[in-house]
């Protein structure tokens, strides 16, 4: 079966320091990976995800993601953060065939200080 | 594009009330979802339908039904609300399996008292 675990459910980080949001996987066929970010009072937008196209996925807003099958891993980064990043962050999975769920991980929220 | 569009945005009921979410998309999608987000459990599937007239349960669908009556339309109902569905309820819809992604509404925050 499929599952999503994202590690720290709150990451602070310095203005203009890197971002770094972690997400394994578990999947026993090749997997769609997501990352979707919520704002607050909001619904969630896509960032980016992975279909197996390219290992290093960019996305929107300067966040790029790298698949690493070894580690079951789709960690999220940034290299310098803003004020504007912070927001609740979910990493989600749907296995590549006959599927039409994702699973969700519980989701990271980023706070960004000055 | 509207996209998905969710109404009510607020609603306070009362145990044992009964209401409708309506989750309506104009991108002629085939698949529409209903997610409810409590915090720290991320998002949990009520209920799922991959086409008009078709609904399925998903990992949470007790004290809940759907219906998809028209394409572009998903209703949520909740027959005899209580307490532990407080939560903010989000569609989603999806013009295919896997890869495509969901689009998301702005949800719908219920408060049960």
């Known amino acids: 079966a499929q599952s999503v675990t994202q590690l720290g459910s709150h990451v602070s980080v310095s203005e203009g320091a890197l971002v770094l949001l972690r997400c394994n996987y578990s999947s026993s066929v090749p997997p769609y990976l997501f990352w979707y970010v919520q704002y607050p009072n909001q619904g969630l937008q896509l960032l980016l995800k992975?279909?197996?196209?390219?290992?290093l996925v960019k996305g929107i807003n300067g966040f790029e993601a790298e698949f690493k099958k070894s580690e079951t891993s789709f960690h999220l980064t940034k290299p310098s953060a803003h004020m504007s990043d912070a927001a609740e962050y979910f990493c989600?999975?749907?296995?590549?065939?006959?599927?039409?769920?994702?699973?969700f991980g519980t989701g990271t929220r980023l706070k960004v200080l000055a | 594009n509207a996209g998905v569009t969710q109404t009510p945005k607020f609603r306070v009921l009362k145990t044992g009330q009964s209401m409708t979410l309506l989750c309506a998309q104009d991108?002629?999608?085939?698949?529409m979802y209903w997610y409810r987000q409590d915090p720290g459990m991320g998002l949990r599937l009520i209920h799922y339908?991959?086409?008009?007239?078709?609904?399925a349960k998903g990992e949470v669908p007790d004290g809940y039904n759907v219906s998809r009556l028209k394409k572009q339309n998903f209703l949520l109902g909740l027959e005899s609300a209580a307490p532990s569905q407080t939560s903010v309820y989000f569609c989603?819809?999806?013009?295919?399996?896997?890869?495509?992604?969901?689009?998301f509404g702005s949800g719908t925050r219920l408060t049960v008292v």
């Open positions: 991108m002629n999608h085939e698949y």
């Open positions: 992975y279909t197996s196209a390219a290992t």
């Open positions: 339908s991959v086409g008009e007239g078709t609904t």
């Open positions: 989600a999975v749907s296995e590549a065939s006959g599927t039409y769920k994702y699973i």
């Open positions: 989603a819809s999806s013009r295919g399996q896997g890869a495509y992604g969901y689009t």
